[in-house]
């Protein structure tokens, strides 16, 4: 079983920055791929990011060269170091993490809550 505990949202202008950080429970969560995905109020969930557990990335289209996932297996971390806001960032921010052997994500945080204004 793994808990994830999401952190790091606030009100931040347009062009600005936050770091999200994604706290895990569990000893094993190096083997774990972790995502950031969000959703808008009145829209779907969407895929941000994720990283593997040997450290490989993807980004959206919409945040490449923006954003930039990381982790610190030390300290059963991952990050969401987000630059250049813009209004249409704004949403509730969740990571999820899976097995890599497993398609879907299993664990999920409750949330946190981005506000990007113009």
């Known amino acids: 079983q793994v808990q994830l505990v999401e952190s790091g949202g606030g009100l931040v202008q347009a062009g600005g920055s936050l770091r999200l950080s994604c706290a895990a429970s569990?000893?094993?969560?190096?083997?774990?791929?972790v995502g950031w995905f969000r959703q808008a109020p009145g829209k779907e969930r969407e895929f941000v990011a994720t990283?593997?557990?040997?450290?490989?990335?993807y980004n959206a289209n919409s945040v490449k060269g923006r954003f930039t996932i990381s982790r610190d297996n030390a300290k059963n971390t991952v990050y969401l170091q987000m630059n250049r806001l813009k209004p249409e960032d704004t949403a509730v921010y969740y990571c999820?993490?899976?097995?890599?052997?497993?398609?879907?994500?299993?664990?999920w945080g409750q949330g946190t809550q981005v506000t990007v204004s113009s």
């Open positions: 999820a993490a899976r097995l890599e052997v497993v398609a879907e994500y299993q664990y």
């Open positions: 569990g000893r094993t969560f190096s083997s774990y791929a």
């Open positions: 990283i593997w557990s040997g450290g490989q990335t």
